[in-house]
């Protein structure tokens, strides 16, 4: 089934299917996961199954933007997400 095909019958934009394919959205509202599951005809268990796949994703992202705790970082980097480098980095053709 194509992403226009799944946005058409769960009533939503083909942008917010792309999104969560990609992993651009990674906290999908549960009516959004209820629409996706009835558009694609699960049953109970791929429903349960798709919604444990949201909650992780979730939980992913929350984790990613909470900050380090003190002893892990600096004061100038507490409120950076957990994927981006610690320490800076040298610019491309910076000259020292």
Known sequence: MSQEELADRAGLSVRAIGNLE??????????????????LGLGAEEHNALEQAARTMRARAIEAERPLPDAEVDSRSRSLPRHLPLQQTPLVGERE
């Open 22 to 39: 990609r992993g651009a959205k990674t906290r999908p509202h549960r009516d959004t996961i209820l629409l996706i599951s009835e558009a």
